[in-house]
């Protein structure tokens, strides 16, 4: 039977491909690190490093069903969802790469098995597009799968995919299902509805690479790329007309429905919203929980419009409760067997988004009350748009949005022009004061001159009761109050917070004052060197005013990690000096909660051998437990008891000394364990060169090191398992696989020669008066040119011209070779290949006897061998 639920449809597809040689891929993250997306808008985005030739791929094959979000910058459904019955936000794309192993001639019969093999759907509504460029395509679909040419067109740009302006590209062959009649007009995707033609699979044909001038560059390989929406094909298999009826939207729409007292079927304006709300319910639920968060820039504007927007519909359709939780937990319970990670979070993202709806419901009524005042009167100027958006909180598009739905516009250019000025404005109120910093860092040295340098308390406690609010800024400028959902530096008399320096980085927690405010610390930095610290914070509750007592609390898991990485960082700092020499001297640090990275001077890669001395010494220091002192002394007498000075510090008359354990002693003045095996056991995982005679080595302490451990540990077991031995063979048996490859690498290089030397006798057999101008795919540039020599060999007097793909298709290759006799009579291979080479995009050497090129125009190939065999038959009978 063929698939009918999202997990059978999720299952088939994956198992279908693994049958054909692909590796399953987990989804990646919405959040890519391609710095050039706003998020994983695509299955291919986790592979864009293979596709560049910045990786080398650990697999030909993938397959992967991949979460993806459209909603912001070039990849934008955001304004269609809800209005058509095929867009979403947040979708899951089913896909098959190849990386350099095969290409459209396998792609598309996968396609057409799948489909009608597997899925079962009837051919007869399945409509196909191919760039107007690929004839190639078009090709395999009419004669290779017997696909009726009358349902194959072809168009334009459309059939041209690009992830963004830059980076992977290549023309696309698209599968379209047919709706029917009742959707509108017909005469397939090129002419006829978009509602009536829905696109449920495309095959990209990665070629090229978009560079930021415009030109195409072709890609170290060709490769396949294709994503088929789950949604949409889950339309097509469950037989109804709309993304939002399938199973696994229906339980969103229905908690919709739940949460505004309002019936989905019963008028098209609310069935928009409650699809909104439904859509956008998933979305958030995802991207919160892959670690976006509201913001006002980028993945966090785009959150929070979402969040926003859910929040306006169901206001709209007289949601009186808060609508965001309901559709979390409708997402959960029908995704989350799934998707795991939205199960494990479902607590922090019901808590984010329902904070962020009870703050703009707070202004929500008051902007909806202003906006009808400029609907009831026309259009809503530039100027009022420009006093929702920066009094309010009312996003632009929001505006926009509403307005529209009334038969209003918005003067947009207007409320840029607003914005403009605004920024204008800010700018100069910078440059006023001549650098940005420069206005709160004499506020920061008054501050000090009134109530002097900040008491620091965090080497005693983690928790500070009664400090008292000495300062706040924002954007640079003293505030008497910080209001909910500002974000703010607060200066206290006395704090836990460790601030920023030494390579450590600043600690996080929580400001709470009696009066019920509520602020999350996240991040803490000196306004003054050694003096202020500042807490970079977010008020999340209530109100915060200059004067008040407040509670501070740093994060205690948080900083018991960064300190264990803080002490592992001397005494790996002993080992490097112990194995390596008194010559090791540190050139940088940084102490994270979740690693430790170490930059030191040294003239060359530490080995492998080193890297594990290093590693068991230090371990073994750890575990004598031995005690960690942390004191106050003079620089004189620090410098006496051979204190060694750690890169970055500044140091005055008193300065502290670490003793970690009998054999390290620095300057430091971190924050540090109090003995040795607090630290756990420490794991290297990385050392390099980072600069001349300089190199970095990066480790991982405690449960981050037996994490890192199990982790290798896994690896190996499976490597066993897929051997069948015990983890301690694998060594034995991989030198054994080794051997044996050699050997019958060895073996087919005999082989292949032996081959090579009855082709070459084929080849001179077909010669035509001295020449030998043939074409031959498939051999790399140095076997078409020993293939080229032998033949060369045994035609007596003559030219011998081959070309011919690359294995991997991606290139043309040529080889000339000439006899002896003939190079006397100034014939030149050289001569000979140049037209040739030229058409492909190439060159040779300048060798009279035999030279070897090619190009990348691989189209060019066989107008190539029309030239080696004019330019071989002209050389020879001149």
């Not at 979403?88 to 019969?109: C, R, T, V």
């Not at 998933?282 to 919160?288: D, G, I, K, W």
């Not at 859910?310 to 359709?317: E, P, S, T």
């Not at 437990?625 to 005055?652: L, N, W």
Request: hydrophobic content about 40%.
């Amino acid at each position: 039977m063929p698939p009918k639920t999202a997990d059978e449809l999720r299952r088939a597809f994956l198992d279908f491909f693994v049958a054909r040689g692909h590796t399953v891929v987990e989804s990646a993250s919405l959040i890519p690190h391609d710095p050039s997306l706003l998020f994983t808008v695509a299955g291919m985005v986790p592979f864009k490093p293979y596709f560049v030739g910045e990786e080398k791929p650990p697999f030909r094959r993938a397959t992967s069903v991949q979460k993806c979000v459209r909603a912001g910058g070039k990849h934008n459904d955001l304004d269609d969802i809800g209005r058509t019955n095929r867009h979403f936000s947040f979708f899951e794309m089913l896909g098959n790469f190849s990386f350099g192993d095969y290409f459209k001639a396998e792609a598309i019969p996968f396609a057409w098995e799948l489909y009608v093999d597997v899925l079962g759907l009837d051919p007869d509504r399945l409509w196909v597009t191919v760039h107007e460029t690929d004839d190639e395509a078009e090709t395999i679909w009419r004669d290779a799968v017997g696909f009726p040419a009358e349902r194959i067109q072809r168009l334009g740009e459309e059939n041209f995919w690009r992830m963004a302006d830059v980076g992977p590209c290549g023309p696309s062959s698209e599968i379209f299902w047919d709706l029917g009649d009742g959707f509108g007009t017909g005469g397939g995707p090129a002419h006829g509805s978009e509602d009536r033609y829905i696109e449920i699979w495309n095959l990209v044909f990665m070629q090229f690479d978009a560079q930021p001038d415009g030109s195409l560059r072709p890609l170290p390989q060709r490769s396949v790329d294709t994503g088929a929406g789950l949604e949409r094909n889950l339309m097509v298999l469950q037989g109804v007309d709309s993304i939002f009826d399938i199973d696994v939207f229906r339980p969103l729409v229905a908690a919709a429905e739940t949460v505004t007292g309002t019936r989905y079927g019963g008028d098209a304006e609310d069935d928009v919203s409650l699809r909104i709300l439904a859509e956008h319910g998933r979305t958030m639920t995802f991207l919160v929980s892959d670690g976006v968060r509201p913001t006002n820039e980028e993945r966090g504007y785009v959150l929070r419009r979402i969040i926003r927007r859910a929040v306006r519909h169901g206001y709209r359709l007289g949601a009186q409760q808060l609508v965001t939780p309901a559709l979390v937990d409708a997402t959960v319970e029908a995704m989350g067997s799934a998707y795991p990670e939205i199960a494990k979070h479902h607590d922090v993202v019901v808590n984010v988004v329902q904070r962020e709806e009870e703050r703009f419901r707070q202004t929500l009524e008051r902007g909806l009350t202003l906006i009808d005042e400029e609907l009831a009167g026309g259009d809503v100027t530039g100027e009022r748009a420009f006093f929702l958006h920066d009094t309010l909180g009312f996003p632009i598009d929001l505006t926009r949005e509403i307005a529209e739905e009334r038969g209003r516009a918005v003067d947009l250019d207007g409320f840029q022009a607003h914005m403009a000025e605004q920024r204008r404005r800010a700018r100069e109120a910078l440059k006023a004061e001549g650098a940005k910093d420069s206005a709160p860092l004499e506020q920061y040295r008054e501050l000090v001159d009134e109530v002097g340098p900040t008491e620091f308390t965090g080497r005693q406690e983690l928790v500070t009761d009664g400090a008292k609010v000495v300062g706040l800024f924002a954007d640079g400028e003293p505030l008497s109050h910080a209001p909910a959902r500002a974000n703010v530096d607060v200066v206290l008399d006395r704090t836990p917070f460790y601030a920023e320096a030494g390579g450590q980085v600043g600690d996080t927690g929580a400001i709470t004052s009696e009066a019920g405010a509520e602020l999350r610390v996240l991040d803490t930095q000196y306004g003054l060197p050694g003096t202020l610290v500042v807490h970079r914070a977010e008020v999340l509750e209530g109100e915060l005013g200059e004067g008040e007592v407040v509670t501070a609390a740093v994060d205690r898991e948080r900083r018991d990690r960064i300190r264990r990485n803080h002490t592992a960082t001397h005494v790996l700092h002993w080992a490097l000096r112990e194995v390596l020499g008194p010559h090791v001297q540190q050139q940088g640090s940084l102490v994270a909660p979740d690693r430790l990275r170490f930059d030191f001077s040294h003239f060359q890669a530490v080995t492998p051998e080193e890297l594990e001395k290093i590693e068991a010494l230090a371990n073994a220091e750890i575990i004598t437990d031995a005690p960690v002192r942390h004191y106050e002394t003079t620089r004189e007498h620090a410098a006496s008891i051979g204190a060694i000075a750690f890169f970055g510090e500044k140091y005055g008359d008193l300065v502290r000394v670490l003793e970690a354990g009998e054999h390290s002693t620095e300057l430091c003045g971190g924050t540090h364990v109090h003995a040795l095996g607090f630290i756990g056991p420490i794991k290297i995982v990385n050392e390099q060169s980072i600069g001349a005679n300089t190199r970095r080595i990066e480790a991982v302490t405690g449960d981050g090191a037996l994490d890192y451990i199990r982790a290798e540990e896994k690896q190996l077991r499976r490597a066993a398992e897929a051997l069948r031995i015990a983890p301690a063979e694998l060594p034995e048996r991989v030198q054994r696989l080794l051997e044996q490859v050699k050997a019958l690498s060895d073996e087919l290089a005999t082989a292949r020669a032996r081959q090579a030397a009855g082709e070459a006798a084929q080849l001179a057999a077909q010669a035509v008066d001295g020449v030998v101008a043939e074409r031959r795919d498939g051999l790399a540039p140095d076997e078409l040119r020993k293939l080229a020599l032998a033949t060369r060999d045994q035609i007596g007097s003559g030219v011998v011209a081959l070309v011919g793909l690359s294995p991997d298709g991606a290139k043309a290759t040529l080889a000339v070779a000439v006899t002896p006799d003939l190079v006397g009579r100034d014939v030149s291979a050289a001569m000979i290949a140049a037209p040739a080479a030229k058409a492909l995009g190439g060159g040779t050497a300048k060798n009279a006897e035999l030279v070897q090129g090619g190009g990348p125009n691989v189209g060019a190939i066989d107008d190539a061998l029309a030239l080696l065999r004019k330019g071989a038959t002209d050389a020879v009978s001149s």
